[in-house]
């Protein structure tokens, strides 16, 4: 995470009193999905947030830091995959 991107949450979560963001049931989950037509090549882009705390939280986040590590160690190795040609 960026010192931007934590400073917006920071920004966003003060616009909220306490008592509503508590409010948000663990386990909710939130589904964006981006216009196809302003994606390159029409790529259907779909995001979901899913709302944890706790011990759950700290799961997730592990969970997610092996899935960017295995990615950056894969990209280390292809290096030649990942330039513009």
């Known amino acids: 995470m960026t010192a931007e991107t934590e400073a917006e949450q920071q920004e966003s ?15 909710t ?3 964006y999905n981006l216009d196809e ?3 390159a ?7 979901k947030i899913r ?17 960017i590590r295995e990615a950056l160690t894969w990209l280390r190795k292809h290096p030649q995959a990942t330039t513009a040609r």
């Open 13 to 27: 979560a003060g616009k909220y009193p306490p008592e509503l963001l508590a409010a948000i049931p663990n386990g």
């Open 29 to 31: 989950i939130f589904a």
């Open 37 to 39: 037509n302003n994606n």
């Open 41 to 47: 090549g029409g790529m259907k882009v779909r995001w």
């Open 51 to 67: 709302v944890a705390n706790g011990p759950e939280a700290a799961r997730w986040d592990a969970r997610q830091a092996d899935a």
